[in-house]
């Protein structure tokens, strides 16, 4: 999701203050948050891939103790 968020340059005006301004109507909009929030969000994963990951898990703990007792 692109979120989009324009300013114009004023005549005589910084880098530094459009700067400020830039990053105050981000924060006003709420696109950082949002932004954010979609990268580090974690899909649900469906029920069959928790099992099996979960078997899978348990037999190479299995596997690895059983290596090491001989």
């Known amino acids: 999701m692109i979120f989009l968020t324009q300013l114009k340059r004023k005549e005589k005006e910084s880098f530094e203050s459009l700067m400020r301004r830039f990053n105050k109507a981000l ?10 929030e979609e990268l580090f969000r ?3 994963v469906p029920k069959f891939k928790r099992r099996s990951a979960a078997i899978r898990k348990k037999n190479n703990k ?3 103790v ?5």
């Open 27 to 36: 924060q006003q909009e709420g696109d950082l948050v949002r932004a954010r």
């Open 42 to 44: 974690k899909k649900k």
């Open 66 to 70: 059983k290596s090491l007792q001989y």
């Open 62 to 64: 299995i596997a690895k």
